[in-house]
């Protein structure tokens, strides 16, 4: 499957589930890039919350070319902790929303991120600006 | 014990100058643990080419687009609100807390980026308090960055 044009997305659009596993290592080492915490409980370490963030960005350049689009917002809803040796799977991901405003299209696309077991423990939008014939004509 | 909250109460982040050399760090990361899952196996470019020529990392690259410098990711910025509250809330961040932002203007380089959020409004229901934040971020010229709200329900 090619990348979606955001100029030729539609509202409703879909795309597949992806799914990779984020070891102790790799969480460790986001957290020490980006300089954030990972949250601990008594008997766990758990993903950053802010890898999750950085993971759906990232997905959403494999659905769409991102060239030239800018992240104009982010809406995270958390539902549960990511075990930092689980795997991620990225699920019910489509495009919500299309507008446009002052010749830019605004798109906002949704994802949902589950754990191995199905359960879901973040919710996300993201919304993306971008320069398109058919905001200039509105 | 658990602290109580009432509306215009404060929360401060620690200040952070991110670096260029972060935020190279940053990318090639992303490069090596991401790119494998996101692109298809055989296209994926070389990491080193595709950090070197990004805007996240090349100041002369995103001068060329208006910018004063290297851009710093928004998504790390979001980063840093979900740490803030993080840090202030426990592990219930992470299980139930709700963080919308809106990028208003680009963070770059050795920006002093400073991360506050207030409470908005304090909601006592079924023996628990669900707070709403407003959420800002500005750089050492006091330029908003990003704006936001966050919400949690406390036990």
């Known amino acids: 499957m090619g990348k979606l044009n955001l100029s030729e997305a539609k509202i409703g659009d879909t795309f597949p589930p992806v799914s990779y596993i984020v070891t102790s290592e790799i969480a460790k080492r986001y957290a020490e890039v980006n300089g954030v915490s990972q949250p601990v409980s008594a008997s766990s370490t758990y993903v950053s919350p802010g890898m999750l963030a950085h993971d759906i960005v990232w997905i959403a350049s494999k659905y769409f070319d991102i060239t030239g689009v800018l992240l104009a917002g982010l809406e995270l809803e958390f539902e549960g902790l990511m075990s930092d040796s689980g795997t991620v799977n990225v699920c019910e991901s489509k495009i919500e929303d299309i507008s446009f405003h002052g010749g830019d299209q605004y798109t906002i696309a949704s994802f949902v991120i589950t754990n191995e077991d199905g359960k879901a423990i973040c919710r996300s939008k993201i919304t993306c600006v971008s320069k398109t014939a058919k905001a200039k004509e509105v | ?155």
């Open chain 2, 1 to 155: 014990m658990s602290r109580s909250w009432t509306v215009g109460d404060r929360i401060d982040y620690k200040e952070i100058a991110v670096t260029r050399e972060q935020l190279v760090q940053e990318q090639l990361f992303g490069w090596e643990v991401m790119a494998p899952v996101v692109f298809e196996p055989g296209v994926c470019p070389s990491f080193e080419v595709m950090v070197a020529n990004s805007i996240h990392t090349n100041s002369e690259i995103a001068r060329r687009y208006g910018l004063r410098d290297a851009v710093i990711p928004g998504v790390r910025l979001f980063s840093y609100i979900s740490d803030m509250f993080l840090c202030e809330l426990g592990v219930v961040w992470a299980e139930e807390g709700i963080l919308s932002v809106k990028f208003v203007s680009p963070a770059v380089s050795e920006d002093v980026l400073s991360t506050s959020a207030t409470v908005k409004e304090v909601v006592s229901e079924a023996g628990t308090i669900r707070l709403t934040f407003d959420v800002i971020m500005v750089n050492q010229l006091n330029e908003q960055l990003v704006q936001g709200t966050a919400q949690i329900t406390l036990p």
